[in-house]
């Protein structure tokens, strides 16, 4: 697991350690209310929508009267890829990036998130906010942008070596920050790297 080990640091007996989590769950299994549709020739990306052999089908779908928002989703791959719902070209690099789908949302599916049965201007803003956070955190999982964190006591056996009893441990978090709120004494001082 050291391998993984991102920055730890000590306040007394108690050691809080902070991890990439080399496992984290794929947010595309939550219950989101965008749909992901994304075409790559070198990953798998989902196809929630029903699209995955049918990309005119999708264009189709996506200016009829039945989508409420859709925005385009753009990739920069380098080694390693990374995506946004930013503008034509976030990531200002024509060899390197461009579109590669979309995610979107119905009128149906805007209704059913807020148990209403009409869909308002302030509801249709609310998604479009709602479907870009769900693309960032779906970029945070794919750049292993995933953290845990384990909490030992430090203590000494009999021979005098220091051995780690643990207190707590939790995995998933998105934010280092998130971490640190749980425990807030760790904030302040010098980490090791």
């Known amino acids: 697991m050291s391998e993984y080990l991102i920055k730890s640091k000590r306040l007394g007996d108690e050691l809080l350690e902070i991890f990439q989590d080399p496992d984290p769950f794929n947010p595309r299994e939550n219950d989101n209310l965008g749909k992901i549709e994304m075409y790559h020739r070198h990953y798998t990306f989902p196809h929630e929508g029903g699209f ?25 791959e380098h080694g390693m890829i990374t995506i946004s719902t930013g503008n034509q070209y976030p990531f200002n690099d024509r060899w390197d990036a461009g579109q590669i ?15 209403k049965k009409r869909v308002s201007k302030k509801m249709i803003e609310q998604t479009t906010e709602i479907l870009n956070s769900e693309i960032e955190e779906y970029d945070q999982y794919l750049r292993g942008e995933v953290y845990g964190f384990v909490l030992s006591k430090l203590v000494k056996c009999d021979h005098g070596d220091e051995h780690k009893e643990h207190l707590d441990s939790c995995w998933g978090f998105y934010s280092i920050d998130d971490i640190l709120s749980e425990y807030p004494e760790f904030k302040d001082g010098k980490w090791e790297d």
Not at 52 to 76: M, R, T
Not at 101 to 115: C, L, P, R
């Open 101 to 115: 789908g979309y995610i979107y949302a119905t009128f149906e599916d805007i209704k059913k998130n807020w148990i």
């Open 52 to 76: 995955k052999d049918n990309p005119d089908g999708l264009i189709e779908h996506l200016n009829s009267k039945e989508v409420a928002v859709k925005l385009p989703i753009f990739a920069y």
